[in-house]
């Protein structure tokens, strides 16, 4: 069938079952655009190119889907950098489709014109500039199987404007053909024999599993392992949700800012099985001193990541869900009661706690705890970066996996909000939560425009300290408490903020009248920004220094 | 300690960026590099020697398999293999010393390429070993310039790098 490029890339979208975009427009992809205008498909407008990968990106982690992310070139395209960033470094399956400026201009420093394949060689898994025609088609189909298979990541398609309006024959593949990217699905079946027998002989097993367990759909697989084994667990910050916080053997998160019992486990297990994480040092801490005990058996997709930050005893490379399928068939649980018992002691005694007075200053902690008793533990939660983010993760008690979305391995400040956006876009009816701080709102709040055009129903919460919270503690414990350049006082008043974008604000600044204030939201049927003005001096406990060991915890050790 | 990679990417524009780009991101440092043509249609063959501890190498060897446009990555160090390196040396001749130098050429069998009122230029071939022997004598005459490719390695007997472990 004959058509322009701008129509086969609604074809190949359409191919690809993508009914829905987050965007900006601009020079280079009106040919694009006029397309979309004329075909109807459905566009998510933000308000900052950066606010639309986000979106993608939560989408994306919300639904399983890939998500597509589309921008013109020069400054939309160096805009999307950091979302793109953030959705490699979490592995986030993305397509983002990018302008470029004419074939005959690139490289001669034409106007809005960016290198975006250059710049964002290092933060893909693969990207593209299309210079023939002819080629889009099979580009389209390969950078879709890329993004969604094997280890997922983003993707990018650069397109030149002329090409949009080029015209030629569309024939999409059926499949792809790459000789050169083949990623290993069933794990090695005399390394699964080898790990079941190490499971079986071990007395003090830990599973630690990560956000590999959420991409691959295996979390009944590891709670039915967990069960079954009977091994205690612990799930990085982007696997929380993968095992139910309710589940007897959870300990929670470990780490800098982990449970007393994840930590302990972790430096007295005698095997250690890493599932779909990748030994991050913001969970090993000073990696001479990690699970120094334990032989450590890997399963993840990445071979990369095997033995990368640590010597692994039995390497499985697979995607998580069947190779946990194989180990189910060949296990026999091993003598793990006394271990359980000491585990679950150290659960039991040395809970995550805070103090919430009545009538002293709001703990971050008692509104995450408010949110999460009054949403019964059902919403999706999106998160910044910073404290409030380790407080959600701390307090908000999560039972599914994909209702935990936040910026793991980039750490990127205003991903929560946007994301929440495309989260929401993904599931309408559900409630979505953005947990933000009040700077890393202010990062991408122009997206509120966003929310109430297309009525989004995203609560926010701020928890709002008047400061980069995580920097002042850093600066607090490691400084000598000189608070450089983390002080926020003088941001806007985020309930005028939002009722100037036309969505409700509330604000609460005691005790009794944070659940009034959620309520309120939980009520509403559009957007709310709730703004909580909490006590700016408490610190996210317990905390391992950088660079320790991680059972040095500072406010771990008393019960 | 000094290790060869023998890589075969997909003839695309900006592999050789795609492949230096991810050892300079990782902080692996390249010796030297040289690119050349197979005899598949479309495949190029990239030699990289790489100065690494073993990890370190089997780490840069995952990292490049996980590039989509490489296709065989294969660490020629622990196999037996053959390497040669080019060398193009222009040295000073005065009419007195030719004879001086045709001699050490013909001793390391290399070749006189080029010849001008007061200089040479020398054509030699060999591991790393011979060129720095070479270069040693020639700078007794005087080296004005050299031009140098990287190594290139195979595998000794029939086994091809496609058919090379890992």
């Known amino acids: ?559 | 300690m000094k290790r060869i990679l023998a890589i075969l990417v997909e003839d695309r524009p900006g592999v050789l960026t795609r492949v230096s780009g991810l050892f300079s991101r990782r902080g692996y440092n390249i010796q030297n590099i040289a690119v050349g043509r197979t005899i598949e249609p479309g495949i190029s063959r990239m030699t990289v020697t790489v100065e690494a501890d073993r990890l370190t190498v089997e780490q840069v060897v995952k990292q490049l398999n996980k590039l989509v446009n490489v296709l065989k990555v294969s660490d020629l160090t622990d196999e037996s293999s053959v390497g040669r390196e080019l060398m193009l040396i222009k040295v000073k001749a005065e009419p007195e010393k030719r004879s001086d130098i045709q001699q050490m050429v013909a001793t390391f069998r290399a070749k006189i390429i080029d010849v001008s009122p007061d200089s040479m230029i020398v054509e030699v071939t060999g591991d790393e070993g011979k060129l720095q022997a070479f270069m040693l004598m020639m700078q007794e005459f005087g080296i004005k310039e050299i031009a140098s490719t990287g190594n290139v390695s195979l595998l000794r007997g029939g086994r091809t790098t496609r058919e090379a472990r890992g």
């Open chain 1, 1 to 559: 069938m004959k058509m322009n490029g701008a129509q086969m890339v609604l074809s190949c979208l359409e191919a690809e079952g993508v009914d829905v975009v987050f965007g900006y427009p601009g020079g280079a992809v009106l040919t694009l655009y006029d397309e979309i205008y004329k075909k109807g498909l459905r566009h998510i407008l933000a308000r900052h190119e950066q606010g639309a990968a986000h979106a993608a990106d939560g989408y994306a982690r919300a639904s399983g889907k890939t998500g597509v992310v589309i921008a013109t070139s020069g400054p939309g395209a160096t805009n999307l950098v950091t979302g793109i960033a953030n959705a490699y470094m979490d592995s986030i399956p993305l397509v983002a489709i990018t302008g470029q400026v004419a074939r005959p201009g690139i490289g001669t420093d034409a106007f809005q014109e960016a290198d975006i394949t250059g710049i964002t060689l290092p933060i893909t898994k693969h990207n593209y500039l299309i210079t023939e025609l002819q080629e889009l088609p099979r580009i389209f189909k390969e950078a879709f199987h890329i993004a969604g298979t094997g280890r997922k990541g983003p993707v990018l398609i650069d397109l030149p404007k002329d090409l949009q309006a080029e015209e030629g024959e569309f024939v999409y593949p059926e499949r792809v053909e790459m000789p050169t990217y083949r990623p290993v699905y069933e794990g090695h079946m005399g390394q699964v024999s080898k790990a079941a027998t190490a499971i079986r002989k071990a007395k003090k097993p830990l599973i630690y599993s990560g956000g590999g367990v959420v991409s691959s759909g295996a979390h009944a697989e590891l709670l039915e392992f967990s069960q079954y084994a009977r091994i205690p667990v612990t799930t990085t910050l982007t696997g929380l949700g993968s095992i139910p916080c309710q589940y007897e053997y959870y300990l929670g998160m470990p780490g800098m800012h982990g449970t007393y019992a994840a930590n302990h486990a972790i430096s007295n297990a005698d095997l250690i099985i890493a599932v779909g994480a990748r030994f991050d040092d913001r969970v090993t801490g000073r990696l001479d001193t990690f699970a120094v005990n334990a032989q450590v058996i890997h399963i993840d997709i990445d071979p990369a990541e095997i033995g990368k930050n640590v010597i692994v005893a039995i390497p499985i490379v697979g995607d998580v869900k069947m190779v946990l399928r194989e180990l189910l068939k060949k296990l026999k649980p091993g003598d793990t009661a006394a271990w359980c018992k000491q585990v679950l002691s150290w659960k039991k005694d040395r809970p995550l706690r805070y103090q919430q007075m009545p009538d002293a200053p709001l703990k971050p902690q008692f509104v995450i705890n408010e949110l999460y008793r009054l949403t019964a533990g059902d919403a999706i939660i999106t998160t910044d970066v910073g404290q409030h983010q380790m407080w959600a993760a701390q307090y908000y008690h999560l039972e599914r996996p994909r209702t935990f979305i936040t910026s793991g391995g980039l750490g990127t400040m205003g991903f929560g909000f946007p994301a929440a956006i495309g989260a929401q876009v993904a599931f309408p009816g559900r409630t979505v939560i953005c947990i933000a701080g009040d700077g890393s709102f202010q990062m991408n709040s122009q997206e509120l425009a966003t929310a109430a055009c297309y009525n989004l129903p995203v609560k926010v919460a701020i928890i709002n300290n008047q400061y980069l919270g995580m920097v002042r503690q850093w600066q607090e414990f490691f400084y000598g408490s000189r608070y450089s350049q983390s002080c926020l006082a003088g941001s806007p008043d985020f309930v005028k903020l939002a009722e100037a974008y036309g969505v409700v604000g509330l604000r609460a600044r005691t005790v009794d009248e944070v659940p009034e204030v959620i309520k309120a939201a939980l009520q509403t049927a559009g957007p709310v920004v709730m703004d909580f003005s909490v006590d700016p001096q408490e610190n996210v406990l317990p905390m391992v220094a950088p660079n320790t060991s991680i059972v040095e915890m500072i406010g771990g050790d008393t019960p």
